[in-house]
């Protein structure tokens, strides 16, 4: 089983530059060991159970936490079987990309 779960976390009142904080949850997930990946929305990490990869959320989100009043979380998961997806779906559609040129 693979499970991806792309999140961003979102410091609430706690001023107008939050990168410091978002900064606080991008490293618990790398920490992890788990594969990951961060872009300028969101931060997806790959893992064999819901339970891996979610506690390496719940972690980050409460990095954020213990420095913000209020924290939002939006959150997308896939799940199926086989793994190394993370890259693997990027691949796919960089090959139908360079195929069309």
Do not use: C, Q, Y
């Amino acid at each position: 089983m693979s499970v991806l779960v792309a999140f961003s976390v979102t410091p609430i009142g706690s001023g107008e530059d939050v990168g410091e904080l978002v900064a606080e949850a991008v490293r618990v997930v790398r920490e992890s060991g788990l594969p990951n990946r961060t872009d300028a929305m969101f931060t997806t990490v790959e893992g064999e159970s819901w339970d891996e990869v979610l506690a390496v959320v719940t972690a980050a989100v409460a990095a954020v936490e213990a420095r913000a009043p209020r924290v939002s979380v939006v959150l997308k998961a896939d799940s199926r079987s086989g793994g190394g997806r993370l890259d693997a779906k990027v691949a796919t559609i960089e090959r139908h990309l360079a195929e069309e040129a």
